[in-house]
Each structure stands twice: as structure tokens, then as C-alpha cells.
């Protein structure tokens, strides 16, 4: 896929973020919770209006752009909070983060900020650079949306059930545009057309007639898949409390951080066991069975999910934010690294073969009368 380039108009946009930061800052010193709230609403509703007067054309094509912009303008505030937590940079968000929105300045809180002004950002800038182009970036798009999915349905359970509960103040109303618009979103990238897949309807059954031993690759991932189901079995278990020896010696030897009373680890687990696990054996079905076409576009979606959960998880386990009882053993970091990122990768694998070679899952079109006529003689 010919990545098109970035939109040199939202890049400006989005660096405007560095001012607002600062002043906002500032002001959090001087004015009240209520008023906080009222302000960021504001600047979030002026930044649509005057998105919608520069880029009319391109929001008429695709109004996914004006989302995109203000999104990409909000990703680099996480940034900046990320690196002023990590002491890279001072002065920026650190008063509006200790007083207004704490749970930020968790391990787990910071390590979302970086996905979303690192990776996210640059899906930003892409994606409205594609929609200025006119070009095709519905792979990207549903790539993202796994992403920002799986941030809500963690970051917001646990700000309301962890030990940071008690300091939720009105700004917390500020995530409710993160939860509404994906649900928008989604169905606007689900209803945009494929690219053309390239296949004869020979090609697509002479696919369908190999076996999962006559695709090395697909045995592969099946296997992972089996693997990533128990695993994902296994933890969830764990964070249930289940009292057999395995799950007591990993909570407490090898995984710590699942008992971390800022609740994320426990939700994320949670969140596996009751979607990724259904997803891995939806998968391994795919894989078995020829024609399932969903299993394209909801792979790229799982992998977006994947890949922002496991970078969280990953990085808030190790971070010096995280208490040290609850960190992970320096005796067995390299093995659950390794564990980790293999059940991060995995995911990507899968959406790399459905991308790439997609024959499999495609439903072969309907034959025309002359080749059936040509079939029956």
C-alpha cells in the first residue's frame, strides 16, 4: 500500500497544540474545575469551527477529516503530558495533570499519551493527507480505530474503578467525545468501498481448495492463535483471582502489575478475555475455513487494538511510575517482554497475510451463465 502524503495544513493545526498547552497550564492555576472544563469544551469546539472554514473542501469529501485534525491537535497535548511526566520537557501540562486529570500521570496514563501522540498522530496525518489526495486509506483508518477503541474501553473503566476514582473532576466529560465518535467513525470506514482485490474467480478457487497444511503461514497462525486463546485464558484467571499455585506464582513472580490498584492491568485482562479471546477463535475459524471476508478488515481492526493495549501494558509494567512491588522483576523481564510482544506482534502478522494475500477469505463472485455452461460440458 503506497502510503500518500502527509497534509502539510494539519501538521500546522496540530502544532498550535504547543501555545494552548502552555496557556492552559496557566490558566488551570487560576480558575475553577467548572470553568477548566468549560474552557477545554470551548477550544475543542473552536478548533471544529475553524477546521470547517479552512478545509471545506476536504470535509465535504470526507467529514472523517475535520475529525482527524482535531484529533491530531489533541494528540500531541498527550504528547506533551507523556514527555513532561518523563521530565523530557517542563512548564507545559504539569499543573492541569496534578490537579485537573491525575490518573494521566499513572504509568499507564503515560504510556497511552505516547501511543496517541506517536502512532495515532502519524495515522492522522496520513489519513487527512490521503482524504486531501482523494486516495484510498480505509485499511489505516480501521487500523486506527482498533486503536482508539481499546484506549476507551480501558482508560475509562479504570479511571471510574481505580484508586483514582475519588479524583475524577468535570474535565473527565472531556472523554466522551472519544467514546461517541469511533461508533460514528467506524461505520463511516466499514461503508467505504475496498480497493479492488485482483483475483479471477479461478484463482480465488484454487485458493480455497488448499488445506492448512498446504499454507505453512496460516499454520502458523493458527498455532499462534491456539497459544494467544490460552494465554489469554490463563490471565484473565489470574486477575479473577483464581486460587490454584500457576496463577498465584505468575500474579506474584512473574506478572505483578496485574495487582496493581490503579485497575488498568486488570481491566485490560478483562477486556481479553471477553473480546480477544472470542476474536482468536473467530480467526482460527478463518483460517480454516475459505470465504470468511470479515476477517480481513477485522483483523486490521484487532491488530490497532493489539498493538495499543500491549504497548501500554508493556511499558506501564516497567515504568518508575508504577510502584515497585507492582513492576516487573528484573529476573524475568526479558522472557515476559518477550511474551508480550509476541502476543502484540502476532495480531499484526495476521492482518499482514489478510492484507497481502487476501484469496482466501474472498467470497469468489457469481459465474457467469457462459462459465457455468462451460462447467457442465
Not at 504547543?18 to 492555576?29: G, K
Not at 491530531?72 to 485537573?100: C, K, N, P, Q, W
Not at 481479553?272 to 473467530?282: G, K, Q, R, T, V
Amino acid at each position: 500500500m503506497e502510503l500518500p502524503e502527509l497534509s502539510g495544513k494539519v501538521v500546522a493545526f496540530s502544532l498550535t497544540a504547543l501555545p494552548v498547552c502552555y496557556a492552559l497550564n496557566h490558566l488551570s492555576e487560576l480558575s475553577h474545575p467548572l470553568g477548566m472544563a468549560i474552557l477545554s469544551a470551548m477550544i475543542l469546539a473552536l478548533l471544529f469551527v475553524a477546521i470547517s472554514n479552512l478545509a471545506q473542501g476536504e470535509i465535504s469529501h470526507d467529514p472523517l477529516f475535520a475529525v482527524f485534525t482535531v484529533f491530531s491537535f489533541t494528540s500531541l497535548i498527550d504528547l506533551f503530558i507523556a514527555l513532561e511526566e518523563d521530565d523530557y520537557v517542563m512548564g507545559l501540562m504539569e499543573f492541569y495533570t496534578r490537579e485537573r486529570e491525575p490518573y494521566l500521570r499513572t504509568a499507564h496514563g503515560i504510556f497511552s499519551c505516547y501511543w496517541d501522540g506517536t502512532v495515532n498522530y502519524l495515522l492522522y496525518l496520513i489519513m487527512t493527507g490521503a482524504i486531501a489526495k482523494r486516495k484510498r486509506y480505509r485499511s489505516l483508518g480501521l487500523y486506527w480505530l482498533g486503536s482508539l477503541v481499546m484506549s476507551i474501553m480501558v482508560f475509562v473503566p479504570g479511571n471510574i474503578l481505580g484508586k483514582y476514582s475519588s479524583e475524577l473532576r468535570l474535565s473527565f466529560l472531556l472523554n466522551i467525545p472519544y467514546v461517541l465518535i469511533p461508533c460514528w467513525a467506524g461505520l463511516h470506514l466499514f461503508r467505504q468501498a475496498k480497493g479492488p482485490a485482483g483475483y479471477t474467480v479461478d484463482m480465488i478457487l484454487e485458493e480455497h481448495k488448499k488445506g492448512l497444511l498446504q499454507r505453512p503461514w496460516d499454520l502458523a497462525l493458527f498455532i499462534f492463535l491456539l497459544l494467544a486463546g490460552l494465554f489469554t485464558i490463563f490471565r484473565g484467571l489470574v486477575v479473577l483471582d483464581c486460587p490454584t499455585d500457576s496463577c498465584f506464582i505468575y500474579v506474584y513472580q512473574y506478572e505483578p502489575y496485574l495487582r496493581d490498584p490503579v485497575a488498568y492491568p486488570k481491566i485490560q485482562m478483562l477486556v481479553f478475555l471477553f473480546y480477544a479471546l472470542p476474536f482468536f477463535i473467530l480467526a482460527a475459524y478463518g483460517l480454516l475455513w475459505p470465504g470468511c471476508a470479515w476477517l480481513p478488515d477485522w483483523a486490521l481492526v484487532f491488530a490497532g487494538a493489539m498493538g495499543q493495549a500491549q504497548f501500554s501494558h508493556i511499558g506501564a509494567s516497567m515504568h518508575p511510575h508504577t510502584p515497585y512491588p507492582y513492576r516487573t522483576p528484573e529476573d524475568v523481564w526479558s522472557f515476559l517482554f518477550i511474551l508480550n510482544l509476541l502476543y502484540a506482534v502476532g495480531p499484526h502478522l495476521l492482518a499482514y497475510r489478510c492484507i497481502r494475500w487476501p484469496a482466501f477469505f474472498l467470497c469468489p463472485p457469481t459465474l457467469s451463465q457462459q462459465e457455468k455452461n462451460k462447467k457442465n460440458h
